[in-house]
């Protein structure tokens, strides 16, 4: 109670352990495995400085690479599926921090690669094992990420 959990991806300690010092409230603690100490330094009025030095924690994201499965069908037999477009489109999705995976979001990203093919049967799982049809449900702390060698596409012609 009364404290804050930061999950901060990219940038530097020192950066983020002052930003947080800024910006939480007094009183109020930090939670996380990384910590880091901020020293503040506040004019007395006789002008010599008081040192504060603020103990910060917050956390890193817990990346979580997403597999994903799909099939695809030619509308045209003589037409090629562009394989490596939609994976390379499925790849740029950036999630959130502690977002959730909704495969039937994942189509917006495969139908933007082309319209030579219809894509059906997308599962999606976070351990290349269990898949499912309908979403991925993470944790606060974790970062989706979705890598070309866990993307696995399977053509009808």
Partial sequence: AHSIWAIVDGGDVADIAESIAYNKTGGAGTKGSIEAIYVESVPR???????INHRIKFD???????????????KDPSQEVPVDTIKQMLI????????????????????????????YNLNVS????????????????????????????????
Avoid: M
């Fill in 92 to 119: 740029a999705r950036n999630y959130p921090i502690g977002s959730d995976v909704i495969a039937t979001e994942l189509y917006d990203e495969v139908y933007a690669a082309g319209d030579t093919f219809i894509p």
């Fill in 126 to 157: 976070s351990d290349g094992v269990f898949y499912n049809h309908i979403a991925l449900n993470l944790d606060y702390g974790d970062k989706p990420v979705i890598l070309e060698e866990n993307i696995e596409i399977f053509e009808i012609i």
């Fill in 45 to 51: 009025p006789s002008g010599a400085p008081f040192i």
């Fill in 60 to 74: 890193r994201p817990n990346v979580i690479q997403i597999y994903i499965r799909l099939t695809v069908k030619r």
